[in-house]
Structures are given as structure tokens and as C-alpha cells.
């Protein structure tokens, strides 16, 4: 296919996985701030942080209000990761690809942005039905694209550019506790930091999943699904796996091997979460074993740019 | 709609649904009986949602003057324009042999140059036209066809006769809205379908690529769709036909010449590239032979094309034909290319050019449309009744100082359509664009663009000038309706 077009596909899917995940980011702050006792304040400033956005929110508020918070990851235009940028640009990537994906997909696409963009010049409505809006609009998409898009290379990827982007966002959303205020530094392991723990696991829907596999909260259990979970599709390791088949069904070399230099990078990745546990995390420190993992994941985006979107002939 | 329809004015115009008694011609009577059968509000709600699913669709086209990101739709009337199978057959006659025709110029013009040495069209028109391209000459495209895809606009004047308006040899667009309008028509009057036999149009595609793959001499050719970028205003079109025919779009920046041919870059490397539709202008499609400051095109394509590695639809050039002064000698074409006479006339031309006839039109300016001979799209144009005395002298100095560039036409009346404007129907003028086809022989899609100007009393029916669109159906019996008992 196309180097253009496979490119507008891989950021197609990136851009609406990052919205989604965006509008994830919100609902666990809504949900905290309805759960946490009273005489506690609203923490807004760890979702601007945890988006690696926080120059470009203080060149333009004062300060981390709720409102603030809100308007500059949802609908503000000059932040280019706002949910109402990312649906703008990956239906502009879909414009460009109109006649690769299925009509259907376009459809859901735009009907998707018109409706946020429609939210933001009503501006009033119901946060959280907004947030659930485009996570229903965003796993619509997901499930008219694997039931309506061949599954060959532009599939993979849609499906290479979709699982990258929510490895580094599931990474992101456990790195948001990092950021988190506890009240005192007795708290860890009290009601609150279970709390906020609690709200991180459902903002990846992963509440159920983890009271069905673990039962009660422990830190090292929520790290163990979160991160390494081979069965968990929000897991990072889950969604790097997935992501290396794509890699691989599109350059036909068998999985475990690499053919060109994205699979490479990809693969030592993967092998790092394959060979290590909680235990290293802990050792490494936690912020500082996911920032690592997205300083590579970086890479990795550069080397699928050389590889496929921009060959030199 | 009963009372409405029965309380609807035809003015004086001439009208496609009703005859001036009032009675309603054959070809729209069982549509008309349908349409008595519901009420406004029913009429309305359709509307309505016809509308959305443009939007939905993302059926729009951009528009660079009003800022960044303004997207529109494309105005979309209900109340179709009907055509009956008889008189359709006339049409479809005289666009076959008009581009017949057409192309035969063309084919002669880049080559022996007969139609100058016979004094058929003057050799200072042709050289002094825009869309002359020396760099033409000599060449022969594949099968010697020139013209593959046009659209030829017609109007029907108060005599109740078609005449030719201008030919698009070009790029000519809007085809799309003709497929995506008869599919919202379908889902918004499914029964209607059912009592009146209207000709499908929704093979074109198949057509297209059909008549573009028969343009290459390689088996199961690579076809592709060249356009300039989703920032071109037909944008949705490219990428409409692309999908509909199963093809590659491609931008400028995708292709490549290597070793002597026309390359797609992929994400396994190059592919050769068999037959290119391109929906670029001549003047953007090689930065080394035509205007180097172009990004949209290909460097070094027209070499390829010129040895006959890649095939250029429409091929380069076609745009002398779309000069209004070359146009108006498009009757004379005919006579001289195919031995016979017009069946379609083209609507009375004054060349500004000819002294005699430019003082003509000078001293009737305010009975005359003027235009700009290289203009299209409702661009450079003054239409003297609806314009200030100051205008008029504007364009009276562009005529005297560049006569060559100038034509005039009486005010044609044309045709109306009864349209749904607020509460009420009201007859709006329309004009018809319908596309053809020339691969082995010429082939016109059953259907067309009927462009309405939805501004109470306007002449001009472009998008660009607040024109909308109605579905165009032509009949496929003789009666010009079925009866249904």
C-alpha cells in the first residue's frame, strides 16, 4: 500500500485511541472528586503533568482549576493532544484516506468529531455522558473497523498505530498516581490511596477484572495487571504483543525474529516485560521504569517513520 | 402538497414540471401524483433529513475564502428534474457527436493542424489561448483519444430547446453529487422508485474504469487517481470515485518517475504505475515542463508520457477546448469533422474579438452575459441586466483593452424547476451538466448535474455562487411515465 497512506492510517488509529484515552484521563478525576471526602481538594494538576503538556497549560491559565483542566484537554484547540484535536486530526487522516477505509468507518468518524465539536460551542451538558460518548464512539469505531476493514496491511496498521498508542497511555495513566498528593506521607496504604488507586483501575476498565483475578487492593497487584498482564487488553504488555504481530503480519517475518529495524526495537521491548516483574519496577522506581518505556517507544515510532512511511529510494 | 402545488406560478418561464396551462407534463406526472399524496411538513422532514446525511456523509466541499476549516455541503433540493426518454435520446445524441467532434480538434490541433489551413478556426485564436500547450504537439495519446471524461453544460431556453452553454474538456467535477444524490433520493422516496422507471447511474464507476484500463496497453493495468490534496474544493469527489472504482489515490508527492516510468511509493517499495486519472491541472503536473513553483505534480511525468509509459486522462492540452471563443466554433467543428449538422446548438456567442461584433455587445452591454474566454465556475463574469452602470463600464475596458478575452451572450431565460424554499415551492432556473464517457466509443451516463440557482430571480447555478443541486432522472420508456392504475 502506500507509504502516505499507510502513515495516515497508522495516526488515524493513534489519534482516536488518544482521545479515548484522554476522555479515560477525565473520567477517573470526575469519579475521584465525587468519592473523596470533602475537606479534600480537587487534584487537576496531575492530568495536565501526566500528559507532559504542563508548559503549554500554564502559557495559557493561571491556574489548575477544574474548568481550566477540563477546557484544555477536552476541547481547546491549541493543545494539539485535546481530545477535540486528535478526533479533528485523525478525521482529517481519514479524509485523506477515505477510499482505503470503509465508508462506515468514515461515517462513525465524523460523526464522532461533529459531536464533540458540537459540545464545544453549546458548551453545557453533562461531563461524564461526554466522556462516555467517546468511549462508546471511539470502541464503535474500533468494532466497525475489525468488522468492516479487510484484515490485511491496513489493518495492521490501524491496529500497530491503536495498540502503541494505548501501551504509552495505559503507561501514562499509571504514572498519574505518581502525581497524586497524598495528604500525608502516612496515607500510603489508607482508604485515600486505595481510592485513587481504585479510580486508576476503572479509568482503564480494569476494576472488575482486577476484583475477579486479585480481590482486595494491593499495589503490587494492580502493577502486575496493569503492566504485565499477557491476557488483560489494556495491559502494556498485552498491547505491545498485539502490536508486534501487526508489525510482523506486515513484513510476513515470523514473530520472535526481526526483519527490519521497527521490529528490532519493538521486539527488545517486548523482551524486557517478558523478563521482568513488579519486583524490577519497584527497584527501578516506578516513574522512572515508565518514563524509560516511553523514551523507547519514541524510538520505536521513529523507526516504523524510516521503515515504512519515508523510505529513501 | 396539493394546494401548493395547485397555487404554483410558473411566471412566464419556462417550466420543466408544468406546461403553461398548468397541466404537468407526461415525464413528471407520477411523480407529481406522489407528491400530492404527502403533506409539507412529510416533505420537509425529508429534506431535513437529506441534509444530515450530507453532513454525516461528509459530502462537502471546502471553501478557502471564509477562513480555515469552513466546510459546506453542497445545497440539495427534493424535487428532482425528470427527463423523458425521447428527449433524452436527442441529448444523448448531441453530446456524442459534440465531443466526437472535440476530440477530433483536439487530435488535429496538436497535430496536421488542418482545421487552421482549412480556415475552419483562426490560427491567432488557438495560439492565443490559455489552455494551448505547445509542449502538445506531435504527441499522440493512447488510442488517440484526447477527451476521455467531459461535461458538457446545457440550458433549455424559452423556446423549450437545449443549447450548449460550455464544454468542460478538463477536469470537469460533480459527477460524484450525481451518484450520492439519486442514493439519498432512494432512501428518501423508496416507493417513488418503484411507480417511475428512471435509469440507475450508479455504474459509472465500473464505466470509468473500464474505459481507463482500455486506455492502457498493459494487461490488468495499474490504475490510479491523481488528486491535488484534501484542500482541493472537489476533494470528496477524488476520493469517492478512488473507493467506487477499487483504485489507489494518490497525491503528487506518492508517484515518482524511476527509470523511465511512473512509480507509486509503498510501503514495500516502488510500483509501477499504468494509468493515471488525474483530476491536477495541466499547469501543475510537471514542475520541468510546465509551472515549476507547482508541488501537486510529478517531476519529469509528462517525459513519461510523452514516450507512452503512462496514460494521462484527461490527456494534457483538452484545455483549448474549454476556451469560450474556441467554443463557439464548436458547431463549425462539427460540420468540418463529421459531416454533420449540430444537434445541439450552442447558446449565440459574440466574440469580442471580431470588431463589429464587440461594439455589438458594447452598446447592448445590459442585454449581455460577458465572460472571461479562460474563466470558469461563475468566476469573471458580469451579467448586464443584474449589474450597475458602473460595472458595465468596467467591463467595457476590459473588453476594449484585451477583446480577445472576452464573449458575450444574449441573457438566455432559463428553464425552472419548482424548488422547496421556506413553506411554499417556487420555480428556480437550472441548467444540466451531464458527463461523458470516450474510451471506444463515446458513452453518456443516463443522469447528469442539474445545477439550480436557489437565489430568487439568479442566473447562476455554481456551487461556488450559492448554486445548489436536484437529482436529475431520465426515463427509460418511451411514455415518459409509467401509468399505474
Sequence with gaps: ?313 | MKDLLQSYQSDGFYDEVFFPSGDVRPAYRSFINDLQAISLDELRAKQHAAERTYIARGITFNVYSEGEGVERTMPFDLLPRIVSAEEWSGIERGLIQRVRALDAFLDDVYGKKLVIKDKVVPQEIIESSSGYLKACEGIHPPRNRWVNISGIDLIRHSDGHYYVLEDNCRVPSGVSYVLENREIMKRVFPGVFERTHVCPVNTYPLRLLEMLEYLSDVPEPNVVVLTPGIYNSAYFEHSFLAQQMGVELVEGRDLVVDNGVCCMRTTRGLKQVDVIYRRVDDESLDPQVFRSDSLLGVPGLFDVYRKGRVVLANAPGTGVADDKVICAFVPDMIRYYLHEDPVLPNVPTYLCWRPQEREHVIANIEKMVVKESGQSGGYGMLVGSASTRAQQEDFIGKIRKDPRNYIAQPIMALSRVPTLIGNGLEGRHVDLRPFILFGKEPLVLSGGLTRVALCKGSLVVNSSQGGGSKDTWVLSNAEGSVDHA
Design chain 1, 1 to 313: 500500500m502506500l507509504s502516505r497512506v499507510a502513515d495516515s492510517i497508522y495516526w488515524m488509529n493513534r489519534c482516536i485511541e488518544r482521545a479515548e484515552n484522554y476522555a479515560r484521563f477525565m473520567d477517573v478525576n470526575i469519579s475521584l472528586s465525587i468519592d473523596l471526602p470533602r475537606d479534600l481538594p480537587e487534584q487537576w494538576q496531575p492530568l495536565v503533568r501526566v500528559t507532559g503538556d504542563d508548559i503549554l497549560f500554564e502559557s495559557q491559565y493561571g491556574e489548575y482549576s477544574r474548568e481550566a483542566v477540563v477546557e484544555f484537554l477536552t476541547f481547546n484547540r491549541n493543545n494539539p493532544n485535546s481530545i477535540l484535536s486528535c478526533l479533528t486530526q485523525a478525521r482529517e487522516n481519514a479524509r485523506t484516506v477515505r477510499e482505503i477505509i470503509s465508508s462506515e468507518m468514515w461515517r462513525q468518524i465524523n460523526e464522532l468529531y461533529l459531536s464533540v465539536k458540537d459540545m464545544t460551542m453549546k458548551r453545557h451538558g453533562n461531563l461524564s455522558d461526554l466522556y462516555r460518548d467517546i468511549k462508546n464512539g471511539t470502541h464503535l469505531f474500533n468494532g466497525i473497523m475489525d468488522s468492516t476493514l479487510m484484515h490485511n496491511e491496513s489493518y495492521h496498521f490501524a491496529n500497530l498505530g491503536r495498540l502503541l498508542e494505548r501501551a504509552d497511555k495505559t503507561a501514562r495513566i499509571i504514572d498519574m498516581k505518581y502525581f497524586y498528593l497524598l495528604p500525608r506521607i502516612e496515607d500510603v496504604g489508607t482508604a485515600i490511596d486505595l481510592l485513587q488507586w481504585s479510580a486508576l483501575l476503572k479509568s482503564t476498565s480494569a476494576y472488575e477484572v482486577y476484583r475477579k483475578k486479585y480481590g482486595g487492593m494491593d499495589f503490587r497487584n494492580i502493577l502486575e495487571l496493569l503492566v504485565f498482564d499477557r491476557e488483560f487488553p489494556r495491559a502494556i504488555h498485552f498491547s505491545l504483543l498485539e502490536a508486534d504481530r501487526s508489525l510482523h503480519a506486515i513484513s510476513g517475518a515470523p514473530v520472535g525474529a526481526f526483519g527490519n529495524a521497527a521490529e528490532k526495537e519493538l521486539g527488545k521491548i517486548i523482551a524486557r516485560f517478558s523478563f521482568n516483574d513488579v519486583d524490577d519496577v519497584v527497584h527501578h522506581g516506578l516513574h522512572e521504569y515508565l518514563d524509560d518505556f516511553q523514551v523507547r517507544l519514541n524510538c520505536l515510532g521513529e523507526e516504523i517513520f524510516h521503515t515504512f512511511f519515508n523510505q529513501v529510494h
